[in-house]
Structures are given as C-alpha cells and as structure tokens.
C-alpha cells in the first residue's frame, strides 16, 4: 500500500488518535473499578462505624448502666437516625433472619424474612445471614426498590455481624449510582480526547501541508529533469531545513544533466568517426584511419583505433607469411607421418609374430610345471605308503618282542614244572621204600605212589618236551625280528630317498612355476608393446591426416588474407605442391 508525504503524516495523526482512544478506554474501565472499589471501603467504613456505635451500647450494657432491652432499643434509635451519603441508611436484623430495624419500609420491623426474595428470585437476607455465619462480613448483590420508586435496582450491600447480640447491620449502595458517576467522568474525559484528537488534526495537516507542498515541487521538477528540460528553476534553493538540502542537490542533477547532454553530442561524433573506421575494417581495408581531433578521454580512443588498425595490419602480413610456412611444414611433417606410419607396420608385425611365440613357449613351461606337480603328488602319496609300511614293520618288531618275552616266560614256568616232577619223583621213592618196609600193610600204597611216580616221570618228559620245542620256537622269533628290524630300515632309507626326490621335484615344479609366471610377464609386455605400436600406427595416420588438413587450412588462410588491404602489399609466396607417399603393402 503506497502512500504520499502528506498520506503518511495523516497517517501518524490517527495513530495517535487511536492511541488516545484506547488510552481513554483502558482509563475509563480503571476507573469504573476504582470507584466501585472507593465505593465499597466506604460502604465498609460506615457499616463499622454502625458496629461501633452498637459495641458502645454493649459496653454500657456490660457496665450495668443500662438494661439489655434498653441499650438494644437505645442501638436501634441511633442506627435508624443515621443518614449518610444520598440519604443512605442502615437496617439491622437477627440471624434467624428478622428484620428489627428498618428504617425506610418500618413495615418490615418484627417480620420473619426467611421467604423475603427480590425480583430474581434471591433470599438476600437468608445469604446475609449465611455471610455473617461463614465469614463474619462480607458484601452482596441483590435487587432493592429505591425510596419512592416501584421499580427494583441492583443494590449492592455491605453486612457486618455483631455476635453478642446476634445481629446483622448492613447498609448498601445502589449500582446505578455508581454507574452515573462513571458516565459522568467518561464524559469529561471523552470531551478532553476530543479537544486533543481536533487538535491534533489540525496541527497534522498544517505540519503535512507545510511538508507536502515542497515536496510536490521538487516532485514536479525532478520529472522535467527526467524528460530534458534543464532550463526552469529549481524551487526550494536558499531553503535551510531538509527541503533546501534536497534542491541543492537537484541543482546539482540539473548542472550534472547538462554536462552530460554536451558529453552525448561529443560521444555521438565520436561514435560516427569510429563507425566510419570499422564500416572500412569490415570491407578489409586495414589502411583506415580517425583523422578527427577529439578532446579528453576520446582522444586516447582514436589513438587506441590507429594504434589498433596499425596492428591488425601488421599481424595480418605476418599472418600471410606464416601461411606459406605452414603449408611448407605441413607437407613435410605429412612425408615423415607417412614414413613413420610404415615403419610402425612392419614393427607391429614382428611384434605379433613375437607375442605368438611367447604364448607357445608360455604353454610348453606350464605344461611342464603340471607334469612335475603331478609327479610331486606322486611322490608325495609313495612317501606316505612308504612311511605307513615303516610303521607296520615298527609294530611286528614290537609283537615279536612280546613273543620271545612269553616264550621266555613259559620256558620259566615249564622249569618250575620240572623240578616239581623231580621232587614229586623222589617223594614217591620215598612212599614206595616206606610201604615196602611196612609189609603187607603198605602194600597198597606202595601201589599208588609207584602210579605217582609214574605220573611224575611222565610230567617230567612232557615238560623237557615242551621247553625244547619253546627254545625253537624262541631262536626262529629272534630270527624273525631280525628281519623285520632289517626290513624296517630298509623302510626308512626309502622313505629318506622318496623325500629327497619329492623336494626335488617341488623345487622343479616351483622352478616350472617361476618360469610360467615370468614368461607371461613378458607376453603380457610384449601384447602391451604391440597394442602401443597400434596405437601410435592410428595416431601417426591422425597426424599424417591432420598434417594434410593443416596444409588445406594454410591455404585457405592465405586466401582470406588476400581478400584485406594492407598498407604494403607482400609479395606473393609461391607454395611448393604437397609430397603424397603412399605406404607399402609390406
């Protein structure tokens, strides 16, 4: 939203009007608070003044000047007398609640006010009681009818108990009272706003005019500036407020447009010379000059054209001597390309040639590492059988040991035997000699020791038998171990060769290994080299391509360089026709 000078300070005018009136409604609503509150202390303030005067007929009562009736009776004289206020009043009642003293409808004097409601439908005297109860005072709102008045107002009311003789003084003050006193002060205050926002108004829009109207003059002539009229005078000059500042420095627009207009027909003729020189340069006459004399910073530009004219000229002779040169070097480096590019066939073949050899070779070494590994493995497994057998002839040796040891074992026993036969021998001589000596009687057992006897000699045979055959048995065991123990190391000898040969086959095979791996090394450089050879073979045909579209660009450079005209022709250069070499189907 856009706004003119005179627009805003208008603008502030009304804010500060706003400003007032909100001003004005916050004073006002503190205000209808104050005096209700002014209101109700004062209300307060004569309802204990009313206790007090009651206390004070107490006290009589207490001191025994005066009877409890009277001094009761005495209490609600004064009380019914008292006036304060626009006629004010106070009543008092009991908390039953009835009414022993009122003294603007007496009819109320005596009566029970249990069922005494106002308009709304309140008991008022019922919640006065109630107050005095809880609280021992406190304030009400309820409706009353004024003296004289039929009508019921919003009455509010302040009620006090007085203990010692269960009583309820009250006295209160009607709303609309309070309300009046309220409009009347919101009236004063809204006639001051009013005085203020008028005056503030017109102080505005003198302050806005006083602003506005030079403002719109600078305004007006700051357009004629815009559209080249620098001859009428600039309003506002010897001003010594911001006014006069700003004319001063749209004097010094006006002084600086001027300037400029003279600036622009000097850059216009400048702009026709220079147009003139490069309408020549365009038609490729580099001869063309600025003869003009021009003043200030356009003379270092006709300068800096000659100058440039001058340059261009020379650069452009320069040019069509390099062009000869060029087409010269060209067709030289065009005969070496195409050498080069012959000679870097017949190396890549040779190359490739060399590459398949390397990959037979590759393979016979490889196939001899796999033959050498194979035998490896095979070894590997003989040396394995070898030492298993080593183990098995390890075994029989031990078991022939066992043997022997048991022979030797049994041979013990068999001569325990033995000599139990000898003794069993003797022992039956000895029954046999006995029994003969004892006659008839050791006749039987002569009998069975000669059977014992017997037995005994025949034990002994077997015994001598059996050891014999165990000595046999025994010498062959330790033949046989012998041979086993020979078999054994004859085992290990051969396993001993089978390791040497294995390891030396491994050191083949790794040896076969390191050849296949060094000989691929060698393929791979081989392929790379041959890969390198074709390429720089594609790079010397670019070059030999790029040397002939060179000496063709030479010669159309030459053209258009004879198309401008210089300040000393050159003379022409005779260029010598491109040498074609054609490579060899070799």
């Not at 002060?185 to 203020?196: D, W, Y």
Request: one cysteine or more.
């Amino acid at each position: 939203m856009k706004f003119k000078v005179r627009g805003r300070i208008n603008l502030i005018g009304v804010v500060a009007a706003l400003g007032l009136v909100a001003l004005l409604c916050i004073s006002l609503f503190r205000l209808s608070a104050t005096m209700h509150d002014d209101i109700e202390r004062s209300t307060q303030q004569v309802v204990e003044t009313a206790r007090a005067v009651v206390e004070h007929y107490h006290d009589e009562e207490v001191a025994g000047r005066m009877s409890r009736a009277d001094a009761q009776k005495a209490a609600l004289s004064t009380l019914g007398s008292l006036r304060y206020g626009d006629k004010d009043y106070f009543w008092v009642n009991d908390m039953h609640p009835r009414m022993l003293m009122h003294p603007i409808k007496p009819e109320l004097n005596g009566t029970d006010l249990t069922n005494n409601r106002d308009a709304s439908g309140k008991a008022h005297f019922v919640q006065m009681a109630q107050i005095v109860r809880d609280k021992g005072a406190g304030f009400l709102e309820y409706q009353w009818t004024k003296p004289g008045e039929p009508v019921p107002q919003p009455k509010l009311s302040y009620v006090m108990g007085f203990a010692p003789w269960g009583w309820v003084i009250g006295s209160g003050v009607y709303i609309d009272r309070i309300d009046a006193a309220v409009w009347r002060s919101a009236a004063i205050l809204s006639g001051l706003a009013l005085i203020v926002l008028v005056a503030v108004g017109l102080f505005s829009q003198a302050i806005g005019r006083s602003i506005s109207k030079p403002v719109e003059a600078l305004a007006a002539r700051m357009r004629g500036l815009a559209v080249g009229d620098t001859d009428a005078a600039i309003p506002g000059i010897g001003r010594h407020d911001e006014i006069g500042e700003m004319s001063d420095a749209l004097q010094v627009f006006r002084d600086a447009a001027i300037v400029a207009r003279e600036r622009e027909a000097e850059q216009q003729q400048v702009v026709a010379e220079v147009g003139q020189g490069l309408d020549a340069l365009a038609k490729g006459d580099l001869t063309a000059r600025i003869d003009a004399e021009f003043t200030g910073a356009f003379a270092k530009i006709r300068t800096d054209f000659n100058q440039a004219m001058v340059a261009v000229g020379d650069a452009m002779q320069a040019v069509s001597h390099s062009a000869g040169s060029i087409r010269t070097g060209a067709t030289e480096i065009s005969g070496a390309s195409d050498d080069l590019s012959r000679r870097t066939e017949h190396q890549a073949a040779s190359l490739e040639e060399t590459a398949a050899a390397m990959d037979e070779i590759t393979m016979t070494v490889r196939q001899t590492a796999a033959g050498a590994l194979q035998a490896n493995e095979t070894m590997a497994a003989t040396r394995a059988d070898a030492e298993a057998g080593g183990r098995i002839v390890r075994d029989a040796v031990e078991a022939m040991g066992r043997i022997k040891r048991s022979s030797d074992e049994i041979s013990q026993i068999i001569s325990v035997i033995d000599g139990i036969a000898f003794q069993t021998n003797l022992l039956a001589l000895n029954a046999g000699v006995e029994a003969a000596r004892a006659g008839d009687a050791g006749r039987g057992f002569a009998v069975v020791a000669s059977e014992v006897r017997a037995l005994a000699q025949r034990s002994a045979d077997a015994a001598r038998d059996v050891k014999a055959r165990i000595q046999s048995s025994g010498t062959q065991v330790e033949s046989g171990v012998a041979l086993v123990g020979e078999t054994g190391r004859a085992l290990d000898r051969i396993v001993t060769r089978v390791v040497e040969i294995g390891d030396l086959v491994g050191r083949i095979a790794a040896g076969a290994d390191q050849q296949a791996l060094g000989l691929q090394q060698v393929n791979t450089a081989v392929n790379e080299m041959d890969s390198v050879t074709q390429q720089n073979a594609a790079m010397v045909e670019e070059s030999t391509a790029a040397a002939r579209s060179l000496a063709a660009e030479a010669e159309a450079l030459a053209r258009h360089v004879a198309r401008f005209r210089l300040a000393m022709e050159p003379a022409v250069v005779q260029m010598a026709p491109p040498v074609r070499r054609y490579r060899s189907a070799a």
